[in-house]
């Protein structure tokens, strides 16, 4: 989605901003922009595309100036255009650059249009440039007339303003959208996402709703909240370096984070798990007495988060006997739900501001849940500041599009959350031998996974097989049937091929129309009590002269032959077997990816957090 920066320094901005722009790239964007004001008067270039694209403008003519804006657009309101690009303008004395939608944006275009104001763009953006224009025009600062407007936006939405008028002040505001402060010595930036800043500091405010903040030539940041009142906020220390703005020694940000799972498994599992089993307060001091009276959980996100949360129905019915519901976000948040006495509602999110997800736990709130718990990897981000309770994953930033590392750490904390939901319900004799395996085998994933990704290799031999395709099953049953969705999705994100997945007891009822010589077969394959019923399903694809592929167990007997290739995963806990065979498909769909050409870290179409809905 878009992305914005802003700085006001005693040195030349252009090129912090520029910076901030190619670490926003991973978002996914369709266009580039940046205005600078230089010896009073506004300068901008605008360039459709990557961001290489504007740096290759900016190489034939630099934008000197203390005080800027940039922005990465994805289209919403008009085509990828340079006129649509941002910063808009108005009068060649206001840049804004805006994430998020403005919802009433045609009633005020229409109202401006009445009074002379004329527009160069199809964007919603733009009037605010010129709602702005009025503003400065009556006399007001960037500061109060930010403050007057926003009243008048519908929608969500991050902005960022300079104007000629003030050629030391930045404004931001934010509704909906997230932006934060970077606070430097004798300077100050803007962004909506810490990372793009931390070529310049480690040190962020992160904006509240209805937040209006100026910053000024020497550092100086005023805030003021929805009401107007003048706040502090708390000035935060970004704790994950900036090593994970690069790729280092991988080819991609994605190959990179799923070498990193072993380590930020063993993160996400840091000081929760004593002797005894989890410590439930990890879930923060209301939790035990949270738990012990929940009666169903529903649990609520999106895309890959939608997965780890069907995965955690098997893990909390099975394992601590609560039932549990699963929803998309953007379903539930249109439906009526009947919730019943004593549930708890839990989001789960990598970024923790993809705008259903958050619609959702707002809407949550009006239904009488018990509280709400929210499974998340960005500290400070919406979803955490409004849920009741929160777990962090602990993941670090990904980058990569195609979420993997915050797939298998938010596994990791919704085991936690199933072993302390049973712990505060009480457990029998049987149930504290169960968790007590569990506890032990969770302390040795982060080794079992680094075993897993010595499969590279061997994966990497195989995706050849695929590189021609053009559809693909996935099959898996019980807790790997969300493995198998989870499977197809990443291998259609990010290598553009039609994926599906099937609970492989759904094989003969449909799917199995589908397979012939053209359509490989991929099953998720543990030694467990489904094993059998399993390989029943596998042996009616290879009698359809079907191409299997399928990851198992060595011990299980299937043998690698002609029509059926076997790789060999290693041996955990049957409980935790899903966040294990995640891993080689995760790499399969990588590796498919590369031998295609696509654009493994930013495939087209798509944007790292989705905050419009
Ligand atoms: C996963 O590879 C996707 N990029 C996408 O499905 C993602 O998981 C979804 O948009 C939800 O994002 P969130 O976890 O940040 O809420």
Request: glycine share 16%; hydrophobic share 25%; no cysteine.
């Given at each position: 989605m878009c992305g914005i920066v802003a700085a006001v320094a005693q040195r030349n901005v252009q090129g912090i901003l520029l910076e901030g722009l190619r670490r926003l790239e991973y978002r996914g964007y369709d266009s580039a922009g940046m205005s600078v004001i230089d010896a009073g008067a506004l300068t901008r270039k605008r360039a459709l595309g990557k961001v290489a694209a504007l740096d290759a403008q900016l190489a034939a003519g630099a934008l000197p100036g203390h005080t800027g804006i940039a922005h990465t657009r994805w289209a919403?309101?008009?085509?990828?255009s340079e006129a649509n690009a941002h910063p808009h303008h108005s009068y060649e004395q206001i840049a804004v650059v805006h994430n998020g939608i403005i919802e009433n944006y045609e009633r005020l275009k229409a109202r401006l249009e009445a009074k002379g104001y004329s527009f160069t763009?199809?964007?919603?953006?733009e009037v605010i440039a010129h709602l702005m224009f009025e503003r400065i025009q009556q006399g007001l600062t960037l500061f109060d007339a930010t403050a007057q407007i926003v009243s008048e936006l519908g929608g969500a939405y991050a902005l960022g303003l300079i104007s000629t008028h003030e050629p030391d002040v930045v404004v931001g505001a934010r509704q909906g959208s997230p932006l934060v402060v970077g606070v430097g010595i004798d300077e100050a930036f803007l962004a909506s996402d810490p990372l793009a800043l931390l070529q310049v500091t480690d040190r962020f405010i992160y904006l509240e709703e209805g937040d209006v903040v100026e910053l000024r030539g020497l550092g100086e940041i005023r805030i003021r909240d929805r009401s107007g009142r003048a706040v502090e906020r708390p000035v935060h220390t970004f704790e994950?370096?900036?090593?994970?703005a690069h790729k280092g020694e991988y080819r991609h940000f994605m190959l990179k984070e799923i070498f990193e799972q072993p380590e930020v498994i063993a993160t996400a599992l840091e000081g929760r798990l004593s002797e005894e089993g989890v410590l439930v307060e990890s879930f923060g001091p209301e939790a035990q007495a949270l738990f012990a009276r929940a009666r169903q959980v529903h649990i609520i996100a999106c895309g890959t988060s939608y997965h780890a949360g069907l995965v955690a129905r098997y893990w909390l019915e099975r394992y601590a006997g609560v039932p549990v519901q699963v929803e998309v976000a953007s379903e539930y948040r249109y439906r009526h739900p009947v919730v019943l006495d004593d549930t708890l509602f839990v989001t789960l999110s990598q970024?923790?501001?993809?705008a259903d997800t958050l619609a959702a736990l707002r809407f949550a709130?009006?239904?009488?849940?018990i509280g709400s718990l929210a499974i998340c990897?960005?500290?400070?981000s919406s979803l955490v500041r409004e849920s009741d309770l929160t777990l962090m994953?602990?993941?670090?930033?990904?980058?990569?599009?195609?979420?993997t590392k915050a797939f298998t750490t938010q596994l990791v904390a919704l085991m936690l959350l199933t072993l302390a939901m049973g712990k505060a319900q009480g457990l029998d004799d049987a149930q504290r031998a169960e968790q007590a395996e569990i506890v032990a085998a969770l302390k040795t994933l982060p080794r079992v996974c680094q075993k897993a990704l010595a499969l590279d290799g061997a994966i990497e031999a195989l995706s050849q097989a695929f590189a021609e395709k053009h559809h693909a099953l996935f099959l898996g049953r019980g807790a790997h049937y969300p493995i198998a969705l989870e499977g197809a999705l990443k291998l259609k994100e990010i290598s553009y091929i039609h994926a599906e997945a099937y609970?492989?007891?759904?094989?003969?009822?449909?799917?199995?129309?589908?397979?012939?010589?053209?359509m490989p077969v991929i099953s998720v394959a543990?030694?467990?009590?489904?094993l059998e019923k399993l390989k029943s399903n596998l042996q009616e694809v290879r009698a359809r002269g079907g191409q299997l592929f399928v990851f198992a167990e060595?011990?299980?007997?299937?043998r690698d032959q002609q029509d059926v290739r076997v790789l060999g995963v290693p041996v955990i806990h049957e409980s935790l077997t899903p966040l294990l065979y995640t891993l080689p498909l995760q790499l399969l769909s990588y590796h498919v990816a590369v031998l295609k050409g696509t654009d493994v870290d930013q495939p087209r179409n798509l944007a790292k957090s989705v905050t419009v809905e």
């Open positions: 919403t309101h008009g085509k990828p763009s199809e964007t919603d953006t994950h370096g900036d090593g994970a970024s923790g501001e993809t709130k009006t239904l009488g849940y990897n960005v500290p400070g994953t602990r993941a670090g930033p990904e980058i990569g599009v195609a979420s609970p492989a007891g759904e094989l003969k009822h449909g799917p199995l129309a589908l397979v012939d010589s053209e543990p030694n467990d009590d489904l060595e011990s299980i007997g299937i």
